[in-house]
């Protein structure tokens, strides 16, 4: 298993629409379950006062997460376009192995 850890700065007046859509049921986790290989999203709020939050997407294995997102780019990139303006920031934290 791996989890792909990201954490973002939303816009003040975005924080619930963030959270709809980032969220268990959001467009993200719908496109995501897709796959076989997708486990889970845990959307996590990090610090209200300044609307950082986190989300963990957990996989089976790199390898199949890398190839989801090879055979979905064009989706990735419409998801990605679509919800840029909630955002202030967007990093992604790291990559990591349960292993």
């Not at 003040?12 to 719908?30: C, H, L, M």
């Given at each position: 298993m791996?989890?792909i850890?990201w954490?973002?700065?939303v816009?003040p007046?975005?924080?619930?629409?963030?959270e709809?859509i980032?969220g268990?049921n959001?467009?993200?986790?719908?496109?995501?379950?897709?796959?076989k290989a997708?486990?889970?999203t845990?959307?996590?709020?990090k610090?209200?006062?300044?609307?950082?939050?986190?989300?963990?997407?957990t996989?089976?294995?790199?390898?199949l997460?890398?190839?989801?997102f090879?055979?979905?780019l064009?989706?990735?990139?419409?998801?990605?376009?679509?919800?840029?303006?909630?955002l202030?920031?967007?990093?992604?934290?790291?990559?990591?192995?349960?292993d």
């Amino acid at each position: 298993m791996i989890q792909i850890i990201w954490e973002y700065k939303v816009k003040p007046d975005q924080a619930s629409n963030f959270e709809d859509i980032y969220g268990k049921n959001g467009e993200w986790v719908t496109f995501f379950k897709k796959s076989k290989a997708y486990k889970k999203t845990e959307l996590v709020i990090k610090d209200l006062e300044n609307n950082m939050y986190m989300t963990i997407d957990t996989w089976k294995s790199l390898d199949l997460y890398e190839q989801f997102f090879k055979q979905n780019l064009k989706e990735f990139k419409r998801l990605n376009n679509k919800f840029k303006n909630l955002l202030l920031e967007e990093n992604q934290v790291g990559i990591f192995s349960e292993d």
